[in-house]
Nanobody, 124 residues
Framework: QVQLVESGGGLVQAGGSLTLSCTAS????????VGWFRQAPGKEREFVAA?????????YYTESVKGRFTIARDNAKNTVYLQMNSLKLEDTAVYFC????????????????WGQGTQVIVSS
């Protein structure tokens, strides 16, 4: 069973950049569609971005991150990345990656495997 581990979170000033990584073990990420979600304190988990398997030819973004975030995959490294630029205070959240075989990219219930999350804090 594939296990996912996120890394790359941290504290960054507004306008700055971070790159999150989601690395798979116990399976190959190449076989899955992968999504990034985030959850801010007191809020529901929300969709951020997703990338199709196996080549990443299709990507999806929530409206609020379009033009600022980029999702990409490196199957050779069994890793999916989320490049985040022009970060805003409202991007502060725990970011999760998840893997699914099928279903809607933006629906949490479509995803079978989840990482433990990595914290992103954007300061003013």
């Amino acid at each position: 069973q594939v296990q996912l581990v996120e890394s790359g979170g941290g504290l960054v000033q507004a306008g700055g950049s971070l790159t999150l990584s989601c690395t798979a073990s116990g399976g190959t990420v190449r076989s899955y569609n992968v999504g990034w979600f985030r959850q801010a304190p007191g809020k529901e988990r929300e969709f951020v971005a997703a990338i199709s398997w196996p080549t990443g030819s299709r990507t999806y973004y929530t409206e609020s991150v379009k033009g600022r975030f980029t999702i990409a995959r490196d199957n050779a490294k069994n890793t999916v990345y989320l490049q985040m630029n022009s970060l805003k205070l409202e991007d502060t959240a725990v970011y999760f990656c998840a893997a699914r075989r099928m279903g809607s990219a933006d629906n949490t219930e479509s995803y079978d495997h989840w990482g433990q999350g990595t914290q992103v804090i954007v300061s003013s």
